[in-house]
């Protein structure tokens, strides 16, 4: 399991986790895992909003960066604030790749490619497991 969540305000223990997070989500964000392409809530989501963090609800990803990359997840060409995650190089599955942690809850979302469109050139592609959705208020 990742280091445990240790930050102000947050579960710091696998039980009181595992009591706000599906199995599913707990095996994502605390194990590294990933969900299927083209199998989860927000790979296809078009609504207007925020992406926040699924266990500390810190804001994430932004609809207005979010943008169809055809590879069956959530994919954003930056995070709101570069304050709110953390790049890591992950060397598993015999590969090296950027992994994303969200900085406040040190939990797992997913990974950074830089083959994304203009203006960054990047693409977050993050697992949807990983993030609540908060629509924009009309």
């Given amino acids: 399991m990742a280091?445990?969540?240790l930050k102000c305000g947050l579960p710091d223990?696998?039980?009181?986790l595992k009591k706000i997070l599906t199995p599913e989500q707990y095996r994502i964000m605390l194990e590294n895992g990933t969900e299927r392409p083209f199998q989860n809530a927000y790979?296809?989501?078009h609504e207007a909003g925020i992406y926040v963090d699924a266990i500390s609800g810190v804001p994430?990803?932004?609809s207005e960066d979010k943008f169809d990359s055809g590879s069956g997840w959530?994919?954003?060409t930056k995070p709101i604030s570069s304050d709110a995650v953390v790049e890591l190089p992950d060397h598993?599955?015999?590969m090296t790749r950027i992994?994303?942690?969200a900085k406040g809850?040190?939990?797992h979302l997913g990974h950074v490619f830089d083959d994304g469109p203009a203006p960054t050139g990047l693409r977050y592609c993050i697992n949807s497991a990983s993030l609540k959705f908060i629509p924009k208020k009309s």
């Fill in 3 to 5: 280091d445990k969540v």
């Fill in 13 to 16: 223990d696998e039980n009181e």
């Fill in 43 to 45: 790979w296809n989501h």
């Fill in 60 to 62: 994430l990803f932004s």
């Fill in 74 to 76: 959530p994919s954003f």
């Fill in 92 to 94: 598993s599955h015999g």
């Fill in 99 to 101: 992994e994303v942690r």
């Fill in 105 to 107: 809850s040190n939990s």
